[in-house]
Nanobody
Framework: QVQLVESGGGLVQAGGSLKLSCAAS????????MGWFRQAPGKEREFVAS????????NYADSVKGRFTISRDNAKNTVYLQMNSLKPEDTAVYYC???????????WGQGTQVTVSS
């Protein structure tokens, strides 16, 4: 079992930055692929970014490439999402997720709200 707790969301003006964190329980954090997803009101949940267990490979949705950066600190059991040049369309609840297989996530956090004002 892995428990995930996101933090760092909030209200920011367009063009601003936020850094989300996701703290994971357990002693096998480095074996998990980690991902960030988001869901805006009235929309389907969508993929944002992912990172392999070692941190050596990352993947991003086209909509956030060049603006968002996913990283992890396995010593702290934490994955991060640095979000720069935020746009109103980035407004959503952001979730982190963990899985033993790439793009197959079994554990989810409760989400953190990000609101970008224009």
């Amino acid at each position: 079992q892995v428990q995930l707790v996101e933090s760092g969301g909030g209200l920011v003006q367009a063009g601003g930055s936020l850094k989300l964190s996701c703290a994971a329980s357990g002693r096998t954090f480095s074996t998990y692929h980690m991902g960030w997803f988001r869901q805006a009101p009235g929309k389907e949940r969508e993929f944002v970014a992912s990172i392999t267990g070692s941190g050596g490979n990352t993947n991003y949705a086209d909509s956030v490439k060049g603006r968002f950066t996913i990283s992890r600190d396995n010593a702290k059991n934490t994955v991060y999402l640095q979000m720069n040049s935020l746009k109103p369309e980035d407004t959503a609840v952001y979730y982190c997720a963990a899985g033993l297989i790439s793009h197959s996530y079994h554990y989810w956090g409760q989400g953190t709200q990000v609101t970008v004002s224009s």
